[in-house]
T-cell receptor
Framework: QKEVEQNSGPLSVPEGAIASLNCTYSDRVSQSFFWYRQYSGKSPELIMSIYSNGDKEDGRFTAQLNKASQYVSLLIRDSQPSDSATYLCAVNILPYNTDKLIFGTGTRLQVFP | DADVTQTPRNRITKTGKRIMLECSQTKGHDRMYWYRQDPGLGLRLIYYSFDVKDINKGEISDGYSVSRQAQAKFSLSLESAIPNQTALYFC?????????????FGPGTRLTVL
């Protein structure tokens, strides 16, 4: 089992819809969880971080964390074509003070007009 | 203004050549990282450094070496490049006092080894 798993996609949603991206992780003691957006040929850009169970909202983005089930998700409301990118989930697999992230391979999102 | 810069942005080299990729940052972060990204394999950690005197191997350090010349500079070297080192290379930084280890990436270097 991979340490951080994501469905590679592509996930195709119409403009204006909610896109739901999911990530599961294997280490029960993970403390920090991140979502990065990466456009083709560009570098990953941090868009959300979450550390506690529940939801965290920032504009059109909502991150959801469930440590008991070991998954973290990202919801994008009112999806726009400019949201079309690969979304990477990253997890600190050890207690937070060790400062190393493990990345999933990413989910490609396509938003069509 | 870029906080994390990488040079060169693109490089084509031949098998057996020595090559250095450079990373500089103006974010004032102590921690710096080198990753490579390959299609289907995601981002993998090559080396990381928590301060100037601290260098650590990541999961795929074979064939690579690094140098932390200053707090702001972290270089990655391929002593004898081989074709399977063709990849996209990213430098990243994070602040040592951050409780939750947010990492910020440079623009990347696309390396092709023929």
């Amino acid at each position: 089992q991979k340490e951080v798993e994501q469905n590679s996609g592509p996930l195709s949603v119409p403009e204006g819809a909610i896109a739901s991206l999911n990530c599961t992780y294997s280490d029960r003691v993970s403390q920090s969880f991140f979502w990065y957006r990466q456009y083709s040929g560009k570098s990953p850009e941090l868009i959300m971080s979450i550390y506690s169970n529940g939801d965290k909202e920032d504009g059109r983005f909502t991150a959801q964390l469930n440590k008991a089930s070991q998954y973290v998700s990202l919801l994008i409301r009112d999806s726009q074509p400019s949201d079309s990118a690969t979304y990477l989930c990253a997890v600190n697999i050890l207690p937070y003070n060790t400062d190393k992230l493990i990345f999933g391979t990413g989910t490609r999102l396509q938003v069509f007009p | 203004d870029a906080d994390v810069t990488q040079t060169p942005r693109n490089r084509i080299t031949k098998t057996g050549k020595r090559i250095m990729l450079e990373c500089s940052q103006t974010k004032g972060h102590d921690r710096m990282y080198w990753y490579r990204q390959d299609p289907g394999l995601g981002l993998r950690l090559i080396y990381y450094s928590f301060d100037v005197k601290d260098i650590n191997k990541g999961e795929i350090s074979d064939g690579y070496s690094v140098s932390r010349q200053a707090q702001a500079k972290f270089s990655l070297s391929l002593e004898s490049a081989i074709p399977n080192q063709t990849a996209l290379y990213f430098c990243a930084t994070s602040p040592s006092l951050a409780e939750y280890n947010e990492q910020f990436f440079g623009p990347g270097t696309r390396l092709t080894v023929l």
